[in-house]
């Protein structure tokens, strides 16, 4: 899709004729002549370590400074600007009330339970549905449907992977989502390993041809998932990229920061030339065995049989809810999570905590306007998407059907549930001054303000890139999300109830003030003349229509609590871009976000049709009939390349 390549880098930008540190020293002389509105003192908390710029004026580093973001002139805030006082204790109330109630964790009991595992297309995943739809009911909502679309699922089978030779033995490892199958009789061939993707795509072609690829690149651990972003790109393009130089297979280390003996899958995209290879992820205990196996004995080999259904003709739906807002015009305030999951676990991070979030978060503000007989300003919609995992219909089908409708506002929770420290917005100027009084009602969750850097779950991403619309973002904390992730080690035990409560009750703050807000928070529009500054986005982000990479929120390291700075309402003093050789430098949320969205394959619309029957491939190489009906789905063109997130 030519068309998602074409996304500014970002909305957001300072004129060029006004250096950064003016436009600081400015916001900070109007500070000192109480032309800015004193914080709150929960706000006023230091910069971080690290923050690029000081208030003594000392310079960010020149990549970052390039990409400052905002007009000086808006260092004057709208003194008068604010939410009304019975928003605002109405979003206090929604707060307490959802710290008490388990209704969250009701329904995430009961979705992970009931139903576990819902692959897109799978029977669990209509089953999934069901119940969303009869639990939206009974919560109130007025009107709930199901939005329904032709999807293109994917089966795992069994997958083994044997050494052979002097040291044979079992290593742990599971198929990737839309890998092809083995031929009859498996894969039999010596192992090349490489430390990065980067170093196979630098290598001589000849190194890999008729070999079984293997890359071997760690994730680092961070608050945030930051690492994601990079490592993530081994798993989305290691097929692809060692496919084209004659590779049989690839095998990959686990893109997984835990040392459990379980694989993480994941989705990978697909050149729809080929050729397409099998590509399994071994878990981090057996990619550190391979690896030393693979010192004693280099010309080691591997015999890999898997077994797969690629391009299987299904049919999905985003689970959708309203509650009608006064005027329609105003646009929507659409919170988000995906209902699918994978396979090998319950989904209980990824992500049914997303869907009790949002489901519960809006059924509080459902009851506050059943028991005070009124409506929301502005409309609020919950979308439970479809296959955000191994294909991104739902995000597309959304766009086709509601990407014409204002929005005021779309969010998607999909990071687990660990507890929210963070908020930071996306918004226009106009609406910025709002954002003190929001960190205000948060504080007490121990909730800090950001930064305007904000992201989203990865089909909120891909809608927000496409549509220019706004966000606010609940950072979470996320440590040991990647230990889980994608693996069959993704089960309820690992949701606090208490932490996923205080999501819902930042959650049910932040959807209350962007539907009662007195302005819209529609993002600001590039001035004309401006120069662009930073990196044009990364090609394959640009594909999946997460193109337009935010900076990163540059948390200190090994923060805890909340953090860190002011809520400016004159702009991000915190933000940074990525430089163009850098796409993914300071980028830790956007990189986590933008990698989910990005690493989805692209297909075509049309070319849903063409696949009619489940392919059972029994040809490594892509020549059965069923698999050369596939081909014609597979990832259309889209852009080879990419970048960041989420999760
Ligand atoms: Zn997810």
Request: proline residues 7%; positive net charge; hydrophobic residues 40%.
């Amino acid at each position: 899709m030519r068309d998602m390549m074409t996304f500014p880098f970002c909305q957001d930008r300072r004129p060029a004729f006004i250096p950064r540190r003016w436009a600081l020293a400015l916001a900070l002389s109007m500070a000192g002549l109480g032309l800015v509105a004193p914080l709150d003192e929960a706000m006023a908390r230091p910069a971080p370590k690290g923050k690029a710029v000081t208030a003594k004026g000392k310079a960010k580093p020149a990549a970052s400074r390039a990409a400052d973001p905002r007009p000086a002139m808006v260092l004057a805030p709208a003194p008068t600007l604010h939410h009304a006082s019975g928003d605002l204790q109405v979003a206090a109330t929604l707060r307490d009330r959802a710290q008490k109630s388990t209704l969250a964790w009701e329904l995430l009991e009961q979705l992970t339970t009931e139903i576990g595992p819902r692959p897109a297309g799978s029977p669990n995943d209509a089953r999934a549905r069901e119940w969303a739809v009869q639990q939206l009911r009974r919560l109130g909502f007025p009107e709930v449907r199901q939005e329904a679309m032709p999807i293109r699922a994917w089966r795992r089978g069994p997958a083994s992977v044997q050494v052979l030779g002097a040291f044979a033995q079992p290593l742990v490892a599971t198929a990737l989502g839309h890998s092809v199958g083995t031929p009859a009789g498996g894969i039999k061939a010596q192992v090349v390993r490489f430390a990065s993707l980067a170093e196979m795509t630098r290598a001589e072609p000849s190194l890999l041809r008729g070999k079984i690829v293997f890359i071997d690149m760690p994730m680092a651990r961070s608050r945030s998932g930051e690492g994601y972003g990079e490592v993530s790109q081994v798993r989305s393009k290691a097929a692809m990229e060692a496919g084209s130089r004659g590779a049989l297979a690839v095998v990959i280390r686990s893109v997984g920061t835990d040392h459990d003996r379980l694989p993480h899958t994941g989705t990978m995209r697909e050149d729809a030339a080929g050729p397409h290879i099998p590509a399994l992820a071994l878990s981090v205990p057996d990619a550190e065995q391979l690896t030393r196996l693979l010192k004693r004995e280099p010309g080691l080999q591997l015999q890999l049989d898997v077994s797969t259904e690629t391009n299987v003709a299904a049919e999905s739906a985003n689970v959708v809810a309203e509650l009608p807002g006064k005027d329609p015009s105003k646009g929507w305030v659409t919170i988000g999570a995906h209902l699918d999951s994978w396979d090998l676990g319950t989904g209980a991070i990824d992500d049914g905590a997303g869907v009790a979030i949002v489901m519960s978060a809006a059924a509080q503000i459902q009851a506050h306007l059943k028991a005070t007989g009124t409506q929301p300003e502005r409309g609020i919609r919950v979308v439970l998407f479809a296959n955000e995992e191994n294909g991104f219909e739902g995000a597309r089908h959304y766009e086709q059907l509601h990407g014409n409708e204002p929005h005021q506002l779309i969010a998607e929770s999909d990071f687990g549930a660990g507890k929210v420290y963070q908020v930071a917005s996306r918004i226009g100027d106009a609406a910025q001054p709002l954002m003190p009084s929001l960190v205000q009602v948060l504080a007490p969750l121990g909730v800090a303000w950001g930064d305007r850097d904000a992201w989203s779950g990865p089909d909120a991403a891909f809608l927000m890139n496409r549509r220019q619309w706004p966000t606010v973002e609940l950072r979470q904390e996320g440590g040991d999300y990647f230990d889980w992730h994608h693996t069959a080690n993704d089960t309820l035990d690992k949701v606090d109830a208490k932490a996923l409560a205080q999501n819902v009750a930042a959650w049910s703050v932040m959807t209350w003030l962007a539907a009662q807000s007195p302005v819209s928070y529609a993002r600001d529009a590039q001035p004309a003349g401006a120069a662009v500054t930073g990196a044009p986005a990364p090609a394959a982000a640009a594909a999946s229509g997460a193109a337009t990479l935010p900076s990163g929120s540059e948390l200190p390291a090994g923060a805890s609590g909340a953090a860190a700075h002011t809520p400016s309402q004159s702009g991000s003093q915190s933000s940074s871009q990525a430089s163009a050789a850098e796409p993914h430098a300071g980028q830790p949320l956007a990189s986590r976000h933008a990698a989910a969205a990005a690493t989805h394959p692209v297909t075509h619309p049309v070319t849903h049709q063409a696949a009619h029957q489940p392919a059972r491939h029994v040809s490594a190489k892509g020549k059965s009939a069923a698999h050369a009906r596939g081909k014609a789905s597979v990832s259309k063109a889209v852009a080879k390349g990419h970048a960041s997130r989420r999760r």
